[in-house]
Every structure is written in structure tokens, then in C-alpha cells.
């Protein structure tokens, strides 16, 4: 009988073997460690303070999704900018934008400021994101 559960810390999820731009954050690929195929699922860990944890993006067909989204601040603190407004967001934050053409991106507070993702398209099979494979190529 296999196991129908598996655990593993954070921090213990492999990075893709490539050193992140500066001011980029350090990627967690958790959908890619767990082989999850139903949504999206990462985690990004800012390098420093002022980093963009959550480079900003809208899910619009051209960047080949159309998902709604929904952010965790597991730790530290970031401002989200949605449709260009400021959202305050310390440690256990949730955020959720639901209309895939809103504007979004993030900027850590602190060193070390965690943010969980999770993405799918309604009503639809979930398909891996486009930027995901370039992503773990190591290409931003």
C-alpha cells in the first residue's frame, strides 16, 4: 500500500540549480516537488529587503493563463500592488485576486519574506504555466 500523504519542510524543497537574478527572490517550485497536476503551487523567498517577491504580472492569454490566484504571507511582511493599489500584507496575509486581468506584483518588507501561490483556471484542467518551464530552465 503506498502512502497517500508525503511531508517535507520548506525549506527543503530543492531551488533549480541556477543563482537568481539580483532582486530576484529565491523560487520554491512545489507544484514540480510534488508532481501536483490539479493547480499551480510556489513559494518565494525575497533575498533582501525591496526585492519584488511577486514580479508583477495579469494572467491574460498572452502570458498563455488565465488564473485566478490566491497569495499566503507565510513570514516577513511585502506590500501586493493590485490594479495599482497598495495592500498591506504582514505575515499570515491571504490575498486573493479573482479577475485574471488585474495587475499584480509584490515587494518584500524584509529579508526572507515567504509568499505561498496557488493558481487555476475555473472550470478548466489545470496546465502548467508557460513561465514555470522557462522558469526551471533557468531563464526569468
Known amino acids: 500500500m503506498t502512502q497517500a500523504y508525503e511531508t517535507i519542510h520548506l525549506s527543503d524543497i530543492p531551488e533549480p540549480e541556477y543563482e537568481p ?9 512545489i507544484r514540480i516537488h510534488f508532481g501536483i497536476q490539479a493547480f499551480g503551487t510556489n513559494a518565494y523567498v525575497a533575498r533582501a529587503a525591496g526585492d ?3 514580479v ?49 506584483g509584490a515587494v518584500a518588507h524584509e529579508a526572507g519574506t515567504t509568499v ?11 496546465s502548467v504555466s508557460p513561465w514555470e518551464q522557462k522558469y526551471e530552465a533557468g531563464a526569468s
Open 116 to 126: 505561498l501561490c496557488f493558481g487555476g483556471t475555473p472550470g478548466e484542467a489545470f
Open 52 to 54: 519584488q517577491i511577486i
Open 21 to 29: 537574478a539580483p532582486g530576484d527572490p529565491y523560487w520554491r517550485p
Open 56 to 104: 508583477e504580472h495579469a494572467e491574460t492569454e498572452e502570458s498563455g493563463t488565465r488564473h485566478e490566484e490566491l497569495y499566503v504571507v507565510v513570514s516577513g511582511h511585502a506590500t501586493f500592488i493590485v490594479d495599482g493599489e497598495d495592500v498591506d500584507a504582514p505575515a499570515g496575509t491571504l490575498l486573493y485576486v479573482s479577475d485574471p486581468d488585474s495587475r499584480r
